[in-house]
């Protein structure tokens, strides 16, 4: 999946996505599959660092360089960030505590996420 920012105020699914972000548009609800691991290509990764959060924006797993989301010591998510690109598993914990995701630098670009 490839995902990119669209200016300063959203995200987008661009290619890759359609089970995913079904809806499409900026700011797509994103829909994961509890068990499946997941291989991302962020598109705008050094100025737009991607996260997944709660819903009190604690990080669960991040891009940003000077942050450690609690689950990326996780082996059961594998978390590996490569700089333009990322991968998770998304596991039933993870699954539980995950609400949203969002650029850890621009505050507008967010969406919510769901599980299955």
């Known amino acids: 999946m490839r995902i990119d920012n669209v200016g300063f105020s959203a995200w987008e699914v661009t290619d890759g996505g359609d089970e995913i972000a079904p809806a499409g548009g ?24 991607f996260a997944l959060r709660t819903d009190d924006d604690s990080d669960l797993l991040t891009q940003q360089p000077t942050v450690a989301g609690s689950y990326e010591d996780d082996p059961a998510v594998d978390w ?26 621009h505050g507008g670009m967010q969406g919510d996420v769901t599980t299955e």
């Open 26 to 49: 900026d700011n797509p609800t994103l829909v994961f599959e509890t068990g499946t691991r997941y291989a991302v290509e962020n598109g705008g990764w050094d100025s737009h660092p």
């Open 80 to 105: 590996v960030d490569d700089g333009d690109s990322f991968a998770f598993t998304m596991t039933s914990d993870l699954a539980t505590a995950v609400t949203q995701y969002t650029c850890t630098v």
